[in-house]
């Protein structure tokens, strides 16, 4: 008799290098939010960054929980380059304005790590775009009729 093979199922997202860099994203973003409050930075550079952090962790739950295979009406990898693309400019734009005029040395501290930000950023936009030009729509094809039947 032979054995049935066991199918190995890909890692989860909580096991993925995109899980990594997302979770280092989220805390370089955290800490550059906290150095902007503590320096009482100009209100844009601190609700700039807060709304990434917060973009950034609903993202963070849409992968680990699958919910990007449940809500199919949107192509969630697109809208995650798409969010890497607008986040990397403008926290490029905070960091520089930041780090010009020497204020204090929170304000300085926020805007390393603000460009920290745009470095994982790039590097999560990376990582999607590869994602995008090796299975560009395999969880999200349209089943044909003989699959529905068959499933």
Request: aromatic share 10%.
């Amino acid at each position: 008799m032979e054995s049935p093979q066991e199918v190995a199922e890909p890692a989860g997202f909580c096991c993925s290098l995109k899980c990594f860099v997302k979770l280092l994203r989220l805390a370089v973003n955290v800490v550059s939010t906290i150095f902007f409050i503590k320096a009482q930075a100009p209100e844009p550079y601190i609700v700039i960054s807060a709304f990434e952090v917060t973009i950034i962790f609903c993202f963070i739950v849409l992968y680990t929980c699958k919910l990007d295979r449940v809500l199919r009406a949107f192509f969630w990898p697109l809208f995650d380059v798409i969010n890497s693309m607008v986040t990397t400019l403008s926290m490029l734009i905070v960091s520089v304005l930041a780090l010009i005029p020497e204020t204090s040395k929170m304000s300085i501290l926020g805007g390393v790590f603000g460009l920290l930000t745009v470095i994982c950023t790039i590097a999560d936009c990376a990582l999607m775009c590869q994602k995008l030009q090796i299975k560009p729509h395999r969880l999200y094809q349209k089943r044909s009729a003989d699959d529905i039947d068959e499933g």
